[in-house]
């Protein structure tokens, strides 16, 4: 007589199948659950790394808090209040802030404190390790403002501040220099083309010091024939 091995079947089971049927009864549970929290923590990962992305992208934008100054009509600011943008900086306070400039850099007062206070304005329309910052530091170490002050002063007039390009600007002005015994030196005709770059301040002490961030970047200046 021979022996069936199918379930429900006369005679003994085959004993592989009934392992095999019992280990996936006791193991096959615990495998599915591993496989289902593996794909459950390799989403969390993702959603992890989705937000300190975020996050790091947030940290990595921009903190400069953008201000509006209210000038008035010699350029000079009257009110400073912050903004949620900044707007364009208007041409004409370009042409004021860079009058006033070359009136600071090229002025000669007889006044030693008067003539601090210029340059010291003056300075800070410059940008710091600039080409225009060398070369007013060159122009002033071969040319002292308060030793010539002994001898005579300078006053400038300037009769014109023309855009050349977006960046470059062209500034001309009269100098009378007059001796300390009110005898005429000379009057001369002078010309700059001065290139700018703008820089919102984002502190207080930038704001009082260049409230526009108009800062030349580089210069040149010759005489008029």
Known sequence: MSKETKAGATGPENPY???RREWNERYGDYISEA???KVVAMAALGIALVAVGGVVWIGAQSKVIPYVVEVDKLGEPVAVNPAMQAAPVDPRVIEAELAR????MRTIDADATAERHYINDGYALIASNS???QAMNDHFAASDPFKEATNQTVQVQ???VLPLSANTWRIEWEEVATGRN???AYDQEWQADVTIAIHPPSDAAGIMANPMGIYVTDF??????
């Open 101 to 104: 400039w070359v009136f600071d």
């Open 17 to 19: 199948i009934a392992a």
């Open 158 to 160: 300037v009769e014109s």
């Open 220 to 225: 040149s200046w010759t005489k008029r024939l």
């Open 35 to 37: 496989r289902t929290w």
């Open 131 to 133: 080409a225009a910052y």
């Open 182 to 184: 009110g005898e005429l």
